[in-house]
C-alpha cells in the first residue's frame, strides 16, 4: 500500500509559477511510474504529466509541453511538478498517483495510489 501527500498548490496570476510535490510512503517508490492528473470543476479528470521508473522517461499533455516539468527524487520518495507560465486554465486540483506496472498509463482509472490532491488557483 502507497500513501500519496500533495503539496505546493496555491493561488498564482498568470504567467506566474508553482512547485507542487508529493511525497509517498508505505511502498518501493522507485518501481512506481508516478504520474500528475488534474481536475477543474466540471469536468473529467485528465492525464498532465508522468515520469517512469523504467529509465525514468517522462511524458506530457500537449497542453502542458514546454511549461511543465515533471521530475523525482527516489532518495527522498518524492516526485516533483514544476509549473511556468501558468494560465487561468490551469485552475484545476492536481493529483498524484503512482503505478506499478511496466507499460505506459496515461489512464486515470490505470492508476493504483491516488493523493488527496492539492488546488492550484490562477487569476487572470
Known amino acids: 500500500q502507497v500513501a500519496l501527500v500533495e503539496s505546493g498548490g496555491g493561488l498564482v496570476q498568470a504567467g506566474g509559477s508553482l512547485r507542487l510535490s508529493c511525497a509517498a510512503s508505505?511502498?518501493?517508490?522507485?518501481?512506481?511510474?508516478m504520474g500528475w492528473f488534474r481536475q477543474a470543476p466540471g469536468k473529467e479528470r485528465e492525464f498532465v504529466a508522468v515520469?517512469?521508473?523504467?529509465?525514468?522517461?517522462?511524458y506530457y499533455a500537449d497542453f502542458v509541453k514546454g511549461r511543465f516539468t515533471v521530475s523525482r527524487d527516489n532518495a527522498k520518495n518524492t516526485v516533483y511538478l514544476q509549473m511556468n507560465s501558468l494560465k487561468p486554465e490551469d485552475t484545476a486540483v492536481y493529483y498524484c498517483?503512482?503505478?506499478?506496472?511496466?507499460?505506459?498509463?496515461?489512464?486515470?482509472?490505470?492508476?493504483?495510489?491516488w493523493g488527496q490532491g492539492t488546488q492550484v488557483t490562477v487569476s487572470s
Open positions: 498517483a503512482a503505478r506499478g506496472t511496466v507499460r505506459l498509463s496515461y489512464r486515470a482509472h490505470e492508476y493504483d495510489y
Open positions: 508505505g511502498g518501493t517508490f522507485s518501481r512506481y511510474d
Open positions: 515520469i517512469r521508473w523504467i529509465g525514468t522517461g517522462t
